[in-house]
C-alpha cells in the first residue's frame, strides 16, 4: 500500500485488500471511540435524572417526616360541670355548647399553679393547642358520664411548643428571634422533667380535615375529595373513552372527518389543564348551575381532562391485537361485535386499564383547573358526598404551602409524601396490570 | 399495469370490448385460444374453467383496492370434493381471489368486487345474504397460524358456540374432539385442553387453526398459504390432511410452493398480474402448462 | 417484462437459477455427443462389412464401451437433475426426453456392436464369402437408417418439430425396406441352400438397421412431446401432423 495515492476507494473496496490495513484499524479505533461517547452521553443524562429525584424525595421527606409525629402535653382534667356550665348530662345541646377549653386552661391552672398575671396566663394557655377542648368536647359526648370525673389526658400541644420540641426552633435563639417565649421554655422544661410532654403518632393528620391550627389540620378532608373527585372521573371517562376507542379505531370509515376528530383528540390532549378549568367554570357552574366547589364538578373538569389521555392509550392498545387475531375471528364467523367483544377486548383490556390508571394518576396530581372551580376554599369539614364542598389533596398540598405557620412547612411535605405514595401505588397497579394479564401471541 | 400485450388485447382493452370468451355465462366452456401459446402477453385464460359439479363459481370478478385493480374478470369453477391451488408470483392476486370466496375482502378498506360469486348457485355478495352464515360455511385457514389466546378448547369450541351449534357442554366436547381428530391433533393435545393454543408449536398451531375452522363443518376450506411459516415436516402433514379433508370439503388453497400445488391439489389455477392466466388439471399444468407464462413460471424462469 | 422471445417461440429464457440452465446444457450436450458417437459406430461396423474388414469390427466393438458409459453418465445427471431442481413443465419434459433418448442411444449403440459382430463372424468363419448380391440390401437399408439417425439428433439439436414429424414418418420406409430385404433373402435361400448361412447373419444385419431406425423414430417422438407436451408414441402415423399437435 505504499503507492495508495494512486488507488482509487472503489478500486481499494473492490480488491478486498483494505481489510486491516492501517487506514482501517484507525477508523476503526475513531469508530469505537465515538460509540463509547454516544454510550457515555445517555449514561450521564440518566445520573442527572436519578439524582434530581432523588433530590427531590431526599428533601421532601428529609421536610416532611417529623409532620407524622405530634407533641402531646398529658394534663389531669376534671370534668367539672360549673367549669363547663352543664347541669344535666342527658341534654346533648349543653353538652355540645358546654365550656370545655375553661376546662383545658383549669388543667392548665392546676398544674402550673404558681403562674400568674394575665399575660403570663395567656402564654401558659397558648402551649396547649386551642383544639385541645374539641377532644375533651369529643369524649364527653361519645361518654356523657364523665361528667364530675378526673382522669388523665395525652392534649395537643401548641405547634410553635410542637416546632420547638422537633427542634424547628431554636431554644438558644434570642428571646426576640422567636415565637416561644422563655417562660414557655421553661414549663416544657418543666413538663419535659416531669414526663409530661412527649411525641405521639400524629393520627389526626390522617383523621382530621382542614384547619387553621397546623396541629389540628388533617388531610382527611383532601383525600376523600380527591376520592369523590376521581371516582366521577373513573365513572365519566372511562366508559367513555373505552367507547370512543372502539369507534374510531374499528368502525370509524376512514375519511377526512375522523382524520379531523383524530387530530383534535391528540390537541386536546396538549391542552393546557387550567383552560379545561376555566371550561368547567363556565358550563357546568355557571351554565348548568351545578354546586360550586363540588367533586362531581371537579370529576366533571377532569373527565375532559383525561378522556383524551385515555382514548389515545385505548386505541394504542386496540392497535396493538394483531389483525391475525380479527381476521381469525372474522373467518370463523364471527360479527364485528364479537370480535370485538370475544377478542379484541381482552386483548386490549390490559393497554386500556393501564392508559386509564395513568390518567387517574395524572388527574389525581392535577390543581389548576379545580382552583378555576372553587375547589380552593377553606373546608374544615370533610365531604360526604360528591355533591358536597371538598378539597383535593393538590390543592391542599397548595394551600398549606401558603400557610406562614412554621409548622404548615411539614404538613405540606407530609402530605406531598401521601400524594406521591397514591401516585407511586396506582403506576405500579398499571404496572402490575400490565404484566399479569398481557398476552403474548 | 399491464406493460406488454399483443395487439389484439391492446385492442380489445383499448375500445373496452371484453373479449369474446369474458361473455361467457355460468354452464358454458370457454375455448382454448392457439394464439395464447405463442404469446408471452395474456389475451385470456387458457384451459377448462368449468368442473361438472361446481361448488362455488366466479364469473368476471374484478376486485378493486382504490383505483388500482387487483385481479381482473376472473372465471373460475371450483368443483365438489377437490382441492384447488392457486399459483402465481407475489401480487398475483391469489390471495385476493380466495378472499373473496368468504368475502374477508369486506373487511379491507377500499376494497370493492365487482362479478359474480356463487355457492351452491347462491350469490355470495347478495345484499340479503348475512356474512356471517357464508363465513360459517366457508371457513378460512391463515398464512400465519393464529390461533385465539385461549385454550386449545374454547378455539375449537368457539365456532359452534358462536353459531349455536350446541347447547350442552356434552355436545361441545363431542365437536371439540371431533374436528381435532379430523385434523390429527387428538392424540397431541387431548391430555392439555385446556392450556393456551398459542403455546403450540407452529404446525400444531395451524392444525389447530384446522380444527377450528372444520368445527363449524364448513362446505369450503379456503387455506391462504398455510404451510409458508412451517417447517417440512409439519408441511407434510398439514398436506396429508388436506388429502383427507377432500373427501368431505371442497378447499382451495394458495401456495407459493409449486411442488405443494403439485402435491396437494387437482387443478391449478395460475395468476399473473391480476389474470387468471390458465386452469387445468394439475398434472397438466405441472408438465404440460399451455400457457407461456404458466411454463416459465413453474419452470423457474421469472416470478 | 417485455419479452423480445414473443417472435420466436422457440427462444427460451432463461432460469433465474444459473446453474440450472447449465447443468441443462450439459445434459443436453452430453446427449448430443452420444449421438455422434452412435453415429460414428454404425458408419464404421456399415464401412467395416463393406469392406470386409474384421479388424475395423473389433475396433467398433472394442468402442462400446464409450457408448455405455456416457450413457451411464447421462442417466445419473438426469436423476440428479430431478432430485436436486424438481424441474417442471418444459424443463421435466426435456429431462425426461433426454433420459430417454440416451437409452434409445445405447441400444443403437448395441445394435452398431451386433453388426460388427456379424460382420467378423461372416468374414473370420470358415467356407466361402457371402456374395455382394445378399448384402446389396444392407447398404440401400443402413443409409435410410443413418440419415433418420442424423436427422434425429438434429431435431433433438434444434427442437425442430416439423423434422421429427418427417423422422416418425420414415420409419414406415425403413420398416417397408426391411420387409422386401427379407423377401429377397428369403428367395436366395430358396436358390442355393449354401447361402442359408450367410442369409442368417445378413438377416440380423437387416433387423438391426431397422431397430436403428425404429429408434431414432422414438427420439424424434420424444423431441415432439418435448417441444408439444403431447405424447405420439402410439399414434397412428396417418394422423400425425401439426394440426393434431396443436389439438387441445
Redesign the interface.
Known sequence: MTDGKLITGAELAASGSWHGSPQTQRRLRKRQAAEKRFRAYGLVAILMGVSFVALLFFDIVAKGWTAFMQTHIQLEVTYDPEVLGIADSGDTQALSRANYTGMVKAAMRKTFPNVSGRRAKRALYGTVSSGAGFVLRERMMANPDLLGSTEKLWLPADDDIDMLLKGHIRRDAPESDRRVSDQQIAWVEQLEQSGQIRKQFNTTFFTAGDSREPELAGIRGATTGSFYTLLVTLILSFPLAVAAAIYLEEFA??NRWTDIIEVNINNLAAVPSIVFGLLGLAVFINFFGLPRSAPLVGGLVLTLMTLPTIIIASRAALKSV?P????????????KT?MIT??VLP?AMPGMLTGTIIGMAQALGETAPLLMIGMVAFIVDVPGGPLEPATVLPVQIFLWADSPERAFVERTSAAIMVLLGFLILMNALAVVLRRRFE??? | MITQASPQTEESMDTGKPAPSRTASIGTRSRVSNKALDDRGFSETVGDITVDQPRMQTRDVNVYYGDKQAIKDVSLDIGRNEVVAMIGPSGCGKSTFIRCLNRMNDTIEGCRVTGTITLDKQDIYDPTLDVVQLRARVGMVFQKPNPFPKSIYDNVAYGPRIHGLVSSRMETDEIVQRSLERAGLWSEVKDRLTSSGTGLSGGQQQRLCIARAIAVSPDVILMDEPCSALDPIATARIEELIDELRENYTIAIVTHSMQQAARVSQRTAYFHLGDLVEVGETNQIFTNPRHRLTEDYITGRFG | MTPKSTQNPQQIEEHTVKRFDQELDELNSLVLRMGGLVQDQITRAMDALREEDPEAARQVIARDHVVNFMDVEANERAVNLLALRQPMGRDLRMIMSLGKAVTDLERIGDEAERIARMTIHIYEAAGSQPSHKLLRDTHSMSSLAKKMLRDALDCLARLDVELALEVAKGDAELDSEFQSALRRLATYIMEDSRNVGHAIDVTFIVRSLERIGDHAKNISEYVIFLVKGKDVRHVSPESLDQDFLEQA
Do not use: F
Open positions: 370509515p376512514k394483531p391475525s387475531i380479527r381476521e381469525a375471528a372474522l373467518g370463523m364467523g364471527a360479527s364479537q370475544h377478542h386483548l398476552r403474548r401471541w
